[in-house]
């Protein structure tokens, strides 16, 4: 199942492994985004074929067709639950689904420009969205409302993370009391993967920002290893390893090949990446 190809001289190898299983029916194009419920029962995609589903994860059997988005859904995901689901589109809609019914519960509108990524607060009472527009934004997910914008960036905004930050960091203070509509915010740092080459840190709650990292090119995609260690990758194939607690400098620079890096994704005591080769 797998082929080792290795070069002793130059002290280097790549293991390449067999899929466990593939699905070719669920989509009839490019997959641009996918996620699986915290259960491990159900997959969610979206597709440059204009569609999201929801199928299940253990044989690709499609089980619901999720439909309302205009032109092209960018990026979907599960709540904790799993029984939720969601989505962004170049419509500048954010949306929640039911995944039992496949109705839209909710439809957030105020971005002016299409949504890239998205990220849970805590259980999902609140969500955060990032949009070509520059503007990162905090919904209310009880009562469908924008609870304000977190960051304007002046650039487009490509991945979002949220994440519990490191104690000895210090997040700033919000200039006006937070809404009590704002449910988990507080002690957390949103990352913000921008077109500009700059990663940016903002306290979530504050809306200050806590530090700004400039990369070798457009960031395309963000994430937390723990509350000190983040990761992000550029579209010139880098992956940048920090430190929050000091961005000057990078802990590492991972280059396996000059393809832009699309994702990254926690696993175990590592990360997986997924890049456009």
């Not at 469908?144 to 960051?151: E, K, P, Q, R, T």
């Not at 390893?241 to 590492?252: E, F, H, K, S, Y």
């Amino acid at each position: 199942k797998s082929i080792l190809v290795s070069c002793p001289h130059e002290n280097v190898s790549t293991k390449f492994l067999a899929p466990h299983a593939t699905f070719s029916r669920i989509h009839q194009k490019s997959i641009t985004c996918l996620d699986i419920s915290s259960g491990g029962g159900l997959g969610v995609s979206t597709s440059t074929d204009g569609t999201m589903k929801i199928w299940q994860a253990a044989n690709g059997e499609i089980r619901r067709l999720l439909e309302g988005h205009v032109y092209d859904v960018n990026c979907c995901r599960f709540f904790p639950s799993g029984l939720v689901v969601l989505s962004g589109g170049m419509d500048a809609q954010l949306k929640i689904w039911s995944a039992e019914d496949a109705s839209c519960v909710v439809t957030f509108k105020g971005h002016k420009g299409g949504i890239l990524d998205t990220a849970i607060v805590d259980r999902g009472r609140n969500v955060l969205s990032c949009s070509r527009d520059g503007t990162a934004r905090l919904w209310d997910c009880g009562k469908s409302a924008c609870l304000g914008v977190i960051a304007d960036c002046g650039s487009p905004v490509n991945g979002i993370a949220a994440g519990t930050a490191d104690n000895s960091l210090n997040l700033g203070t919000p200039e006006k009391a937070p809404s009590e509509r704002e449910v988990g915010t507080e002690g957390k740092i949103l990352l913000l993967a921008r077109e500009d080459k700059k990663l940016q840190g903002v306290g979530l709650q504050s809306r200050q920002p806590v530090f700004l990292f400039v990369g070798s090119d457009a960031f395309n995609c963000c994430t937390f290893l723990s509350s000190t260690y983040i990761l992000a990758g550029t579209q010139d194939g880098n992956i940048y390893q920090l430190d929050v607690r000091n961005t000057n400098a990078p802990v590492q620079v991972i280059h396996r090949s000059g393809a832009p890096v699309l994702s990254l994704l926690p696993y175990r005591d590592g990360f997986v990446a997924s890049q456009g080769n």
